[in-house]
């Protein structure tokens, strides 16, 4: 559907119920295609961290398992 400029200010909201709906709504001035009015996509819920609290274990050390290779990194061979 086009709509001319001017009644689009004076209808908005009737052209934005119509574009939820599913409709092709164009917004034109003097017969010329401007815009069209499309709805936005929902935002993506965030992440929630910590929902495995408790759960896991890491029992790990890290800075003893990999020490050597960091020696040698750094020291040469």
Do not use: C, W
């Not at 004076?10 to 052209?15: A, E, I």
């Not at 936005?40 to 408790?54: D, I, K, V, W, Y």
Request: aromatic share 6%; no cysteine; proline share 5%.
């Amino acid at each position: 559907m086009q709509v001319n400029l001017h009644d689009a200010k004076t209808h908005l909201s009737r052209y934005v119920d119509r574009v939820l709906a599913g409709e092709d709504v164009v917004i034109a001035r003097a017969g010329k295609p401007l815009v069209r009015l499309v709805p936005l996509a929902p935002e993506s819920t965030l992440r929630q961290g910590g929902f495995l609290r408790g759960q896991a274990s890491f029992t790990a050390d890290l800075k003893a398992d990999v020490s050597a290779d960091i020696a040698a990194m750094f020291d040469g061979p």
